[in-house]
C-alpha cells in the first residue's frame, strides 16, 4: 500500500509524577526528552526540558518519582521505569525548566558493610539471598544460577561490590532495574523482569549517522590463570583460549574451577569490545534495550559479519520527532 497522504508518524509520551498523571500539562511545553538506558552499574537518566513562558510550571522537589513511557501516537507506549529526581533548574528568558532524574543507583542501595562466609551453596542462592534482604526480584541467568561456590567470604564489603566481584569473576553484570536485581551473562538478552530480548536486525535505511571502529585489543590468544594445588603443594595453570600469546592474571586461585571461570571471565572480556559500531535511528524504537543482540545490515562486510550488542540506547523525542542513538559492541562468543 502507498504511504502517499498518510500523516506522518508523531511521537508520545506518558509522564507521571508520583503517581499523578502530568502529561496534559506538559503537552506543548515539551522541548525535549531524552532517556538515556545504560547497562551495568551506571544509572539511567531521564532529562526533560520544558518551556516556561507563562510561569505556571511548579518546580518539582528533587527526590519525587517520575514515571515515563514513550513511543508513538496511535500504538502502545512502552514503559521505560521510574527515575528520582535529582537537578532542577530554571533558566531565561525566553523561561526554560530542565529536568533532570536518574533511575536507582545501585551503589546508592546497598551502602552497609557485611562480613559472612558463603559455604558450599550456588550463585544463585547468593544473589537471592541478597535480593530478598533488599526487597528485590531475583533474576539470574540459569547458567549462573547452577554455578557451585565451594566458598567464598564477603570481608566487610557492602553487598553490591561482593555481586559486583562475582559478576567480574563469572563474566556477569548485575544491576537493579523496576524493583528487580539482575545477575545474568554478559551479553544475554534479557529485559529487567528476566524475558528474553530476541535479536534485532537494524537495516543500513533505517539510519541516519553511523561510525565503525575496530582495534587490536592486545592481540592476546588467550588467558592463563593459576591455582594452588594444596595436595601436590604446588601451582598449577588453566587457560581459556589458547597459549600462542596468552594473558596471564596475577591472583593465585583457591581451585582449579575457580582459576578456570576467572580465565573464561576475562578471555571473554577481552574478546568483547575489539570493535564498536554507533548509529542513529530515524525513527526511534522505544522496545529496544542494552544487551539486546543486533544484526547490522548494508554497511560494510566486516560490520554485516559482526555479531553485535547494544551497550548504551538513548531515546530523543524532541520537535523534530522521536528518535534513537545506538552504542553497540562486539558480542561474546558463547
Request: hydrophobic content about 35%.
Amino acid at each position: 500500500m502507498s504511504s502517499v497522504g498518510r500523516p506522518a508518524r508523531s511521537p508520545d509520551y506518558r509522564l507521571a509524577i508520583n503517581g499523578q498523571q502530568i502529561t496534559p500539562r506538559v503537552r506543548g511545553r515539551l522541548q525535549r526528552l531524552t532517556l538515556t538506558d545504560r547497562r551495568g552499574l551506571e544509572a539511567d537518566q531521564l532529562d526533560l526540558v520544558l518551556t516556561d513562558d507563562d510561569g505556571q510550571l511548579a518546580l518539582p522537589r528533587r527526590g519525587v518519582e517520575i514515571h515515563v513511557a514513550i513511543g508513538w501516537s496511535g500504538e502502545p507506549l512502552t514503559q521505560r521505569g521510574t527515575f528520582i529526581v535529582d537537578e532542577v533548574e530554571h533558566s531565561g528568558a525566553p523561561d526554560m525548566l530542565s529536568i533532570r532524574a536518574s533511575s536507582a543507583n545501585l551503589r546508592g542501595q546497598f551502602p552497609v558493610k557485611r562480613t559472612q562466609s558463603w559455604h558450599r551453596t550456588t550463585l544463585g542462592d547468593i544473589v537471592t539471598t541478597i535480593s530478598k534482604r533488599h526487597d528485590l526480584n531475583p533474576s539470574i541467568g540459569q547458567a549462573l544460577r547452577i554455578v557451585g561456590i565451594a566458598h567464598i567470604d564477603q570481608t566487610d564489603e557492602s553487598d553490591i561490590n561482593f555481586l559486583t566481584r562475582l559478576a567480574e569473576r563469572y563474566d556477569a553484570m548485575t544491576t537493579v532495574k523496576a524493583g528487580n536485581l539482575l545477575f545474568i551473562p554478559a551479553g544475554q538478552s534479557t529485559t529487567a523482569t528476566g524475558l528474553e530480548i530476541p535479536p534485532i536486525i537494524i537495516r543500513r535505511q533505517d539510519g541516519d549517522q553511523h561510525r565503525y571502529s575496530v582495534s587490536d585489543r592486545d592481540s592476546y590468544s588467550g588467558v592463563i590463570a593459576s591455582w594452588y594445588d594444596t595436595e601436590g603443594a604446588e601451582r598449577r595453570d588453566v587457560i581459556a583460549g589458547s597459549d600462542d600469546n596468552p594473558k596471564r592474571l596475577r591472583p593465585i586461585y583457591a581451585s582449579s574451577e575457580d582459576a578456570l571461570a576467572a580465565a573464561k571471565s576475562e578471555w571473554q572480556r577481552l574478546k568483547r569490545g575489539t570493535a564498536e559500531f554507533t548509529l542513529n535511528l530515524a525513527e526511534g524504537r522505544a522496545d529496544i534495550y542494552p544487551e539486546t543482540p543486533a544484526r547490522c545490515v548494508g554497511w560494510k562486510r566486516e560490520i554485516e559479519e559482526t555479531e553485535w550488542l547494544l551497550v548504551e540506547v538513548r531515546h530523543e523525542i524532541n520537535d523534530g520527532g522521536y528518535t534513537n542513538s545506538l552504542q553497540l559492541e562486539t558480542k561474546p562468543s558463547i
